[in-house]
């Protein structure tokens, strides 16, 4: 059976604009870090399929279009850290893989010149030094692939703005 796509709501409350932004930030358009924490957070309990809607919620009135550049200057920020993450984690992956390889080679050839133990110590390395690369293509290449898809659903997100004590759309 095929998942209904449905709207998942991030119910955003502030009690005033300034509330939403990065006080530090001169150009006024970056989001405050606690808002992101929280977004992603939230993101956690969504399905993977679902649209999400943005609510904010005030109690006094909002440039609703300086909050949607800022959420797309914030995702675009996030998605360019991925991606150099992603690399940077690849790239690591890469690097203990080659080096594992060669401790191992080293421990098997050179096993009948420098002894047993020492040729098991130097294979040993080399098997840890694999197992470290595996690790990253098994266990954080997934969670970075898991935090694009939500930088991908946040980028699609509706935005509503919703004045404190309503529910509807402007």
Not at 3 to 29: A, K, Q
Not at 131 to 149: F, G, N
Request: charged share 25%; hydrophobic share 40%.
């Amino acid at each position: 059976m095929k998942h209904r796509e449905e709207l998942y709501v991030l119910p955003v409350h502030v009690e005033d604009e300034r509330d939403l932004y990065d006080p530090f930030d001169p150009s006024g358009e970056k989001l405050i870090d606690a808002l992101c924490s929280y977004l992603s957070s939230r993101l956690d309990g969504r399905k993977i399929g679902d649209s999400i809607c943005l609510e904010l919620h005030t109690g006094s009135p909002v440039d609703i279009n300086r909050f949607r550049r800022a959420c797309a200057q914030q995702v675009s920020e996030l998605k360019e850290h991925s991606r150099r993450e992603r690399l940077r984690q690849h790239a690591n992956a890469l690097r203990l893989l080659v080096i594992g390889i060669v401790f191992v080679v080293i421990g098997l050839v050179f096993s009948g010149t420098m002894g047993e133990v020492t040729a098991a110590i130097v294979s040993t390395i080399g098997s840890f030094a694999i197992w470290e690369a595996s690790a990253v293509w098994i266990e954080e290449m997934p969670l970075l692939t898991a935090k694009d898809r939500h930088l991908a659903a946040l980028e699609e997100a509706e935005i509503r703005y919703c004045p404190e004590g309503t529910h509807e759309t402007a």
